[in-house]
């Protein structure tokens, strides 16, 4: 999972086997995804990068135990100045590190008090951009004969459909295998998103027929524990072919460069709250592990009611 070398050139050696255990730890009991991961351990790599230049020698755990609130601030600054880190990237690498140091801390090597000092940098507040409903309509549509293969095509349609039809991630629409793929019939499919939690997704008859139209196009076999998606070889669909299938569609649509693939997550869950949906339901759905995740969707949903009414007043714009 790590380069050890590369861990062993910026801690000794003790202090390197307890970062290899941490993250056996996230992976293995607590299963948190992949790309958390790889983020997680980027993360801890650049502050025992940072603290072998800060220090004047690769870091122990006597070092770590040492620490003030002083070097954690250091080590924020020298992101930023180095690099241009910004509050977003500076507060996630300091989670990665306090991830780290906590679990030193439970294993009796030190106390994390030090960092639990620090507050994290204030991230401005940034709303997710869905798509409104004919336009969302529009981009799943798949007619718009862009592709010279029409089995690509269907593909396309089937999975953005995945994406806006039943507010899945584009990881956990690729992840479906044949026997799991919601054929004609299938009412609810059964996801696991992020850090291993499963959950039951409605699939619409809308779905259904995408699917079923790309199953019949695909010139490869879908094996029952193969991906359900294939590329052009017949091997596994790359996400970056459905990015820029959707920056095939923004041309051809006009729409702006925020509608992404997961802008059509964020429009399932908006487009549900407008039409009257509960949050907990939405927030079940989408499987957020907080409540707090989900209610992002009611900004949206206020300020698209507060831009409606600027525009229809009269009073809003006088003469």
């Given at each position: 999972?790590?380069?050890?070398?590369?861990?062993l050139?910026h801690?000794?050696?003790g202090?390197?086997?307890q970062?290899e255990?941490?993250?056996?730890?996230?992976?293995?009991?607590?299963r948190?995804?992949?790309?958390?991961l790889v983020?997680y351990?980027?993360?801890?790599?650049?502050?025992?990068?940072f603290?072998?230049?800060?220090?004047g020698?690769p870091?122990?755990?006597?070092?770590l135990?040492?620490l003030?609130?002083?070097d954690?601030?250091?080590f924020?600054?020298s992101r930023?100045?180095?690099s241009?880190?910004?509050?977003?990237?500076?507060?996630?690498?300091l989670?990665g590190?306090?991830?780290?140091?906590t679990?030193l801390e439970?294993?009796?090597h030190l106390?994390?008090?030090?960092i639990g000092?620090?507050?994290?940098?204030k991230?401005?507040?940034?709303?997710?951009?869905?798509?409104?409903?004919?336009?969302?309509?529009?981009?799943?549509?798949g007619?718009?004969?862009m592709?010279?293969e029409p089995w690509?095509?269907?593909r396309t349609?089937?999975v953005?459909?995945?994406?806006?039809?039943?507010?899945?991630?584009?990881?956990?629409?690729?992840?479906?295998?044949?026997?799991s793929?919601?054929?004609a019939g299938?009412k609810?499919m059964r996801?696991k998103?992020?850090?291993?939690k499963?959950r039951?997704?409605?699939v619409?008859?809308?779905?259904n027929?995408a699917?079923?139209t790309y199953?019949k196009?695909c010139?490869y076999?879908?094996?029952p524990d193969?991906?359900?998606?294939?590329?052009?070889r017949?091997g596994?669909?790359?996400?970056?072919?459905?990015?820029?299938?959707m920056?095939k569609?923004?041309s051809?649509?006009g729409l702006p460069?925020t509608?992404t693939?997961?802008?059509?997550r964020?429009?399932?869950a908006?487009?549900?709250?407008?039409?009257?949906?509960?949050l907990r339901?939405i927030?079940?759905?989408?499987?957020h592990?907080?409540?707090s995740?989900?209610?992002i969707?009611?900004q949206i949903d206020?300020?698209?009611l507060?831009?409606?009414y600027?525009?229809a007043?009269?009073?809003s714009?006088?003469?």
């Open positions: 999972m790590t380069d050890d070398t590369a861990l050139v801690a000794a050696p202090l390197a086997k970062v255990a941490w993250l056996d730890h996230l992976g293995d009991e607590r948190l995804a992949d790309n958390t983020a351990e980027r993360d801890v790599r650049q502050f025992l990068r603290l072998t230049g800060h220090l020698n870091p122990a755990l006597k070092d135990a040492a003030r609130p002083a954690f601030r250091a924020l600054a930023r100045r180095s241009g880190a910004g509050s977003r990237a500076l507060a996630r690498g989670s590190v306090r991830s780290f140091l679990y439970r294993h009796g106390d994390a008090a030090a000092a620090i507050r994290p940098p991230i401005p507040a940034s709303l997710p951009k869905p798509l409104s409903a004919p336009d969302a309509g529009n981009v799943v549509s007619t718009f004969a592709e010279r690509i095509e269907a349609a089937a953005l459909s995945l994406l806006y039809g039943c507010g899945l991630r584009l990881s956990e629409a690729l992840s479906l295998t044949g026997r793929a919601p054929r299938v609810t996801i998103g992020k850090g291993g499963e039951i997704v409605p619409l008859p809308v779905v027929e699917v079923d199953l196009l010139p076999p879908i094996v193969g991906p359900l998606f294939l590329g052009a017949g596994p669909l790359n996400p970056r072919l459905v990015q820029i299938a920056q569609l923004r051809a649509l460069d509608a693939p997961h802008a059509l964020h429009s399932f908006t487009h549900l709250l407008a039409g009257d949906g509960d339901t927030q079940e759905l989408l499987g592990a907080s409540l995740s989900t209610q969707y009611t206020s300020a698209t507060l831009a409606a600027d525009r007043h009269p009073r714009n006088p003469p």
